[in-house]
């Protein structure tokens, strides 16, 4: 329900895109230290 309210206020759409960004960014983060991991095994 909130994340609804984030997009249908006009305010908070760059905060909320932005924050987006941000889980997205530490995702592939968290992948590539999966990724390097598994080579130095």
Do not use: G, H, T, Y
């Not at 941000?22 to 991991?37: F, G, S, T």
């Amino acid at each position: 329900e909130e994340e609804e309210q984030l997009l249908s206020a006009p305010k908070e759409e760059s905060r909320a895109s932005e924050a987006m960004r941000r889980l997205v960014q530490e995702e592939e983060e968290r992948l590539i230290l999966q990724r390097d991991l598994l080579q130095r095994k």
